[in-house]
């Protein structure tokens, strides 16, 4: 009855989803396949890029699990050569980073959890193993792959503190659906009490660590420093910091922050990379109605050139990294506003000091570790924030200090692939 009902929901809320992913899917230049793709359909050529492997399907929901999986995505390649990597995403920001990740040999649309499109497509695609990363548990998905005997695990699993008490207010509904998942795949000691205490089997459940701090490997992949630099066609003397993942509210208060810093005669250049990029346009009109100069990343091979006390206004997918490698210092968003925060390791990866908010719930552990360990700064607001731009612009000893403090804590907490690659070979093979 639960399910029927769910069902039911589901099918009365595709009704205004179908419009609504026609209209993204406009925005990003793929509606038609993407429609299709959520409904369960795939075209002819993207099948033949199955053919004849084993499938191993990965589900990452958007920018921030996919990325998290990039680790995970390489080692399995290395495990499993010959197997066949599907990564599947709900977003279009996710599915623009997933285009970009050599190892996957399909990207695809999650379905809608409507029943006859789940089944369509696990049975055009048949995968041996589904992973699903951290916590974006469908229900339809996962019963139909149980009923199908294949493998479910979720991995670099999560409940965080805003999302557990919605889950334990349904636990009773949740159990036998947790049941049907194979192994938990658990980033702390914490997450794993609270997957039991929801009704996941004890015995199934195991603490692997945070795939996130296993982006190490990405390093040796970026280009140069000097390069990017070129690239971009930076002033080469006038230093840069970067603001990532940025949303609505932040950005105005982080080009104030470089306003104002410029008034008082710190020559600087901004990065801003808003999280969702096809803000981007309304944001350079406030920032225009602020008096602020401001260029698109799209612009710059065009012809577009930033100047000292600037803004790159970055509308493409995928260069975080390389935005992040040419910065003195790195703000992290989602964290100024009362959003829950980003990742902070992407900074730490390449050396930089990371700055961020108040609001991080939704990565306190990384952050207490970050603090911990000396790679960042907390911020209580925007001015505090422009007194530690300016203090870390100005000290390249201190800078230089807390980037090694980063990388340590990435090498020192590193390792969550290799363990769950372990959970995953245990259950390869065991479809019926």
Request: charged letters at 25%; glycine letters at 8%; a positive charge.
């Amino acid at each position: 009855m639960v399910y029927l009902l769910y069902d039911l929901v589901l099918l009365l809320s595709s009704l205004g989803l179908v419009p609504y992913y026609l209209i993204r899917g406009v925005r990003y230049g793929k509606s038609r396949h993407g429609i299709r793709e959520r409904l369960g359909y795939l075209r002819p050529e993207q099948m033949a890029s199955l053919q004849g492997c084993e499938t191993i399907w990965i589900h990452a929901v958007s920018v921030g699990e996919t990325r998290a999986a990039i680790p995970l995505i390489k080692g399995l390649r290395r495990q499993y050569p010959d197997a066949c990597l599907v990564l599947s995403n709900v977003t279009e920001t996710g599915r623009a980073i997933a285009r970009d990740i050599p190892e996957i040999d399909l990207c695809v649309f999650l379905p809608f959890d409507l029943r006859w499109a789940v089944r369509r497509s696990l049975r055009l695609v048949d995968p041996a193993l589904i992973l699903i990363v951290e916590t974006e548990i469908w229900p339809n998905f996962v019963r139909i792959a149980h009923e199908r005997k294949i493998p479910v695990l979720l991995v670099n699993g999560r409940f965080s503190d805003r999302s557990f008490p919605r889950y334990f207010r349904i636990r009773r509904l949740l159990k036998p659906l947790l049941r049907m998942i194979s192994f938990f795949c658990m980033q702390t000691a914490q997450d794993g009490r609270r997957a039991r205490r929801i009704g996941a089997p004890p015995e199934r459940v195991l603490v692997t660590g945070n795939l996130k701090f296993d982006i190490i490997s990405s390093r040796r992949a970026l280009p140069a420093p000097e390069a990017v630099r070129t690239e971009l066609d930076l002033p080469p003397d006038v230093a840069v910091w970067a603001a990532g993942s940025t949303h609505a509210g932040e950005e105005v208060m982080v080009a104030d922050v470089a306003r104002q810093l410029k008034k008082k005669g710190l020559e600087q250049i901004l990065i801003m990379v808003p999280r969702h990029p096809e803000r981007v346009r309304s944001i350079g009109e406030q920032l225009t109605a602020r008096g602020i100069r401001w260029v698109l990343r799209s612009e710059i091979e065009t012809g577009g050139k930033i100047r000292k006390g600037g803004v790159l206004l970055v509308d493409t997918m995928g260069e975080m990294l390389k935005f992040y490698s040419i910065a003195e210092l790195v703000f992290v968003g989602g964290s100024l506003v009362p959003v829950g925060g980003h990742n902070l390791l992407e900074a730490s990866l390449l050396s930089k000091p990371v700055l961020f908010g108040p609001h991080m719930q939704n990565f306190k552990e990384i952050a207490g570790l970050v603090l911990e360990s000396g790679a960042g700064l907390q911020v209580d607001d925007s001015q505090e924030l422009e007194e530690k731009v300016a203090e870390l612009l100005n000290d390249k000893v201190r800078r230089k200090q807390m980037g090694e403090h980063g990388f340590d804590l990435l090498s020192d907490h590193a390792g969550a692939t290799h363990k769950t690659l372990e959970v995953i070979a245990d259950h390869w093979g065991r479809k019926e």
